[in-house]
């Protein structure tokens, strides 16, 4: 069930005075956001870390090349 179909049941759930039931869809919303935040955020990071790394190879490259001596 996609987000827009749980909040349609939690509206309905909500005119139909069926609390419990909004209160579980309501939980399973917010649950569903909190996971996309943190699975987004976890994205994020690992990118960054990514490319931290790769730069810092980039760098050792880099400093590794002999310097072309001028003659």
């Given at each position: 069930m996609d987000t827009n179909e749980i909040i349609n049941k939690m509206i309905d759930d909500i005119i139909d005075g069926n609390n419990t039931d909004a209160k579980d869809s309501?939980?399973?919303?917010?649950?569903?956001?909190?996971?996309?935040?943190?699975?987004?955020?976890?994205?994020?990071?690992?990118?960054?870390?990514?490319?931290?790394e790769?730069?810092?190879?980039?760098?050792?490259?880099?400093?590794?090349e002999p310097v072309p001596s001028e003659e």
């Open positions: 309501f939980e399973t919303i917010i649950s569903n956001k909190l996971t996309d935040a943190l699975d987004a955020k976890k994205i994020e990071i690992a990118q960054a870390i990514y490319s931290k790769k730069e810092e190879e980039e760098e050792e490259i880099e400093e590794d």
